[in-house]
């Protein structure tokens, strides 16, 4: 109990502490004159916490790393990953804690984790520290994709803790605290396959357990296992990337045995559309682009499905055989989640067999005349009610926008009466975002952060907060980034 008597977490009973193997007890390192940045209020709530603990002295001696709570027990967890392409055997959290686990409001267990929290045994070459730039980026990310419907890791609150951090220049460091449903990822399962057979077994039981318990029904446990990630992973992908994401490092370590989004680290929403898009400063061969998620993905889970082997069968051939049919059917369920996210997008409420070549038109035309993916998607629904001009004028050859344009209200109106087509449009402005967290709008609310002034970033917060409503005023939160912004790069080293 903290001495004004509002303990922030009421910690519960971890099972991932009996995964002896798997993490490393630590403790975080502290932080002279800890401040408080910002603070997720809806999320406390949810997680039953008191608001008076996460603002004032108790919650930040703990969100700080000053004091280990009453009831935690401070790990760094071990994994292993694939970062483009390339195995690394360890890496695990450098300057990452597990504080413990809460059960919200709902009955929900969730991960309580802190970043930028200091050297952990995993630290290898880096500082174990983090910039309040980044940390804020996941905060702020985190809550667009949470609010857009999407599955993510959610940010707590970030704190200042008025240490330096070295990277290009010397930034002010923080400590992101994050909440997840785990912290368990492909990379886990490919470190314990290659250190011992029943404590990857005892992973695979304990993410049977609180992720997927269908699975333990399933007559192959650890191959329902292997096909509800993977299941999980098609649908999340397809959300990506019917609002314009790119996750920018889609490294094996970093993606969750969930299915929530993870590590916000070179990621942006595209603009212009184009599958080649790619943001992250060290992605050169674009490995990462867009496009390129769904397959990366599949690729992802077949790192799963490699280290899970030993599990799936008695035998090698028996176990590739069936591991292969299951990773097979990724492509089809992505396509599924896609396709239905694209009738929703565009209004349509059955399935004609002609909707594939109507979307990929739009999408044929939205590349070649560099119409920005949220507005443009967002516009449509003026075109249903008589009031196209919006979307006529994002598309430079508008005889090409008009003639596909007519198709589509031709299939609309197919669907029944006039009064359908106002119903689809509203449907469609609660799925299609009007606000997003648009890149130059992220770095300049971030680089005021960093010079001091969080107001820039309180508002965009705000906006972000409720994308498909439109207010008056927040215009400027719904056009791409001016021509001298130039080529958005974001970094990984954050
Ligand atoms: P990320 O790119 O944030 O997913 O991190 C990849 C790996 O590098 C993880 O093992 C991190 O814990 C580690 N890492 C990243 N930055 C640091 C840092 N500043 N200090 C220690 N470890 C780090
Ligand atoms: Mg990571």
């Not at 990366?296 to 069936?322: F, H, K, S, Y």
């Not at 239905?340 to 005349?369: I, N």
């Not at 507005?375 to 075109?383: E, I, N, T």
Request: aromatic share 8%; with cysteine; net charge negative.
């Amino acid at each position: 109990m903290s001495p004004s008597g509002h303990p922030l977490f009421t910690f519960t009973e971890s099972d991932f502490l009996e995964l002896r193997g798997l993490y490393e007890q630590f403790a975080p390192v502290g932080s002279p004159e800890p401040r408080l940045l910002s603070a997720n209020d809806e999320l406390a709530a949810e997680l039953g916490l008191d608001p008076r603990a996460l603002h004032g002295a108790d919650g930040l001696a703990v969100l700080s790393g000053n004091q280990v709570p009453a009831g935690a027990t401070p790990v760094a967890q071990a994994y292993a990953g694939h970062q483009f392409g390339g195995l690394s055997p360890r890496l695990g959290d450098g300057r990452a804690l597990l504080l413990g686990e809460v059960i919200d409001v709902h009955g929900r267990r969730r991960d309580i984790h802190m970043k930028g929290s200091g050297r952990t045994p995993f630290a290898r070459g880096g500082d174990g520290r983090a910039a309040v730039g980044p940390m804020l980026r996941e905060h702020l990310i985190g809550e667009a994709m949470h609010t857009l419907g999407i599955p993510t890791t959610r940010a707590l609150a970030v704190v200042a803790t008025c240490k330096h951090v070295v990277r290009d220049s010397v930034l002010p460091g923080a400590i992101l605290t994050r909440v997840a449903s785990s912290h368990l990822r492909v990379g886990t399962f490919q470190y314990a396959a290659m250190h011992d057979r029943e404590l990857l077994r005892a992973l695979a039981d304990h993410a049977i357990e609180r992720h997927h318990p269908n699975a333990a029904e399933a007559p192959n446990r650890y191959l329902a296992l292997v096909e509800s990630v993977l299941a999980a992973q098609a649908s999340l992908v397809a959300r990506w990337m019917l609002v314009g994401f790119v996750h920018g490092v889609m490294n094996t370590d970093n993606m969750t045995i969930s299915g929530e989004t993870i590590d916000y680290g070179p990621c942006a929403f595209m603009e212009a559309f184009d599958p080649a898009t790619v943001f992250s400063s060290i992605d050169h061969g674009g490995r990462y682009a867009y496009g390129n998620q769904p397959p990366i993905a599949q690729w992802n889970l077949t790192r799963l499905a490699e280290a899970m082997l030993p599990l799936l069968a008695d035998d090698t051939d028996g176990a590739v055989a069936a591991a292969t049919a299951v990773l097979e059917t990724f492509p089809d369920r992505f396509h599924e989640h896609w396709t239905a996210g694209m009738r929703d997008k565009l209004g349509l409420v059955d399935v004609r067999p002609d909707d594939e070549a109507l979307f990929a038109e739009l999408l044929g035309l939205m590349q070649s005349q560099r119409v920005d993916h949220t507005a443009g998607f967002r516009s449509l629904s003026g075109v249903l009610i008589g009031a196209p001009e919006r979307a006529r004028s994002l598309f430079a050859d508008r005889d090409t926008f008009d003639d596909w344009a007519r198709r589509w209200i031709d299939r609309v109106s197919a669907q029944g009466p006039d009064a359908h087509a106002a119903a689809a449009a509203t449907a469609m402005d609660r799925v299609n975002p009007i606000y997003l967290a648009r890149n130059h709008l992220v770095e300049a609310a971030l680089s005021a952060a960093t010079d001091g002034d969080m107001a820039p970033f309180d508002e965009l917060l705000g906006v972000v907060l409720r994308p498909f409503d439109e207010r008056p005023g927040l215009e400027a939160y719904t056009l791409p980034a001016p021509a001298d912004f130039g080529t958005y790069r974001t970094f990984c080293g954050t």
